[in-house]
C-alpha cells in the first residue's frame, strides 16, 4: 500500500470486516455448552487478560507476518 493505492475500496473492505465478524462470532456462539464452565469459580480482578503464552504467540505472529510482508514488499 505505501506504493500505490490499496487494491480494496472502502465498502470492499466493510464486506470482508464483516464477513470475517461474522464468520468468528459464529465460530464463538457455536461451542457446546459444557458442565465444567458452569463449575468453574470466575477469574478474580487482579488476574491477567492476557496470559504469558498468549502474548508471547501474540508477538511471535506480528513478527512473523511482519517478515512476510516486508519481504514481499521489498
Known sequence: CPRQDSPLKAVQMLWVNLIMDTLASLALATEPP?????????????????????????????????????????
Do not use: C, D, K, W
Open 34 to 74: 459444557t458442565e465444567a464452565l458452569l463449575l468453574r469459580r470466575p477469574y478474580g480482578r487482579e488476574h491477567p487478560l492476557v496470559s504469558g503464552t498468549m502474548l508471547r504467540n501474540i508477538l511471535g505472529h506480528a513478527a512473523y507476518q511482519l517478515l512476510v510482508i516486508f519481504t514481499l514488499l521489498f
